[in-house]
Nanobody, 122 residues
Framework: EVQLVESGGGLVQPGGSLRLSCAAS????????MSWVRQAPGKGREWVSG????????GYIDSVKGRFTISRDNAKNTLYLQMNSLKPEDTAVYYC???????????????WGQGTQVTVSS
C-alpha cells in the first residue's frame, strides 16, 4: 500500500523557518517524481514545488522561489521542503503528492498524504 506521511508543520512567526518531511512507503521512491501542494483556508489546492525521481530537477511556484527548497533522500524514502522567510500568506495545509512517473507536474498527482498544518502568524 502506498503511504505518504507528512510532518514538521507548526506555528511560526513571519520571517521564520520550518522544514517539512514526507515519509514514503509502499513503492520504489526513487522511481517517481514528487511534489508539495498546499491549501490555504477557503481556497483550492495550489502546487508549490516539484522534484524528479533522481532529484536533479526541481521547480517552484513564483511566490516561493528563493525562499523554499525541495529535496529528497532516496536512501531514506523521504521528501523535504525547507521553508525560509515565511510569510502569513504561506499559511496552509501542506501535502506531499506522488506522481505517476519519474517526472513531476503541476496537475497530475497519483497519491496524497494527509497533510500538515503550517501557520505563519505573530
Amino acid at each position: 500500500e502506498v503511504q505518504l506521511v507528512e510532518s514538521g508543520g507548526g506555528l511560526v512567526q513571519p520571517g521564520g523557518s520550518l522544514r517539512l518531511s514526507c515519509a514514503a512507503s509502499g513503492f520504489t521512491f526513487s522511481n517517481y517524481g514528487m511534489s508539495w501542494v498546499r491549501q490555504a483556508p477557503g481556497k483550492g489546492r495550489e502546487w508549490v514545488s516539484g522534484i524528479t525521481g533522481g532529484g536533479r530537477t526541481t521547480g517552484y511556484i513564483d511566490s516561493v522561489k528563493g525562499r523554499f527548497t525541495i529535496s529528497r533522500d532516496n536512501a531514506k524514502n523521504t521528501l523535504y521542503l525547507q521553508m525560509n522567510s515565511l510569510k502569513p500568506e504561506d499559511t496552509a495545509v501542506y501535502y506531499c503528492a506522488k506522481h505517476k512517473s519519474i517526472f513531476y507536474s503541476q496537475t497530475q498527482f497519483d497519491t496524497w498524504g494527509q497533510g500538515t498544518q503550517v501557520t505563519v502568524s505573530s
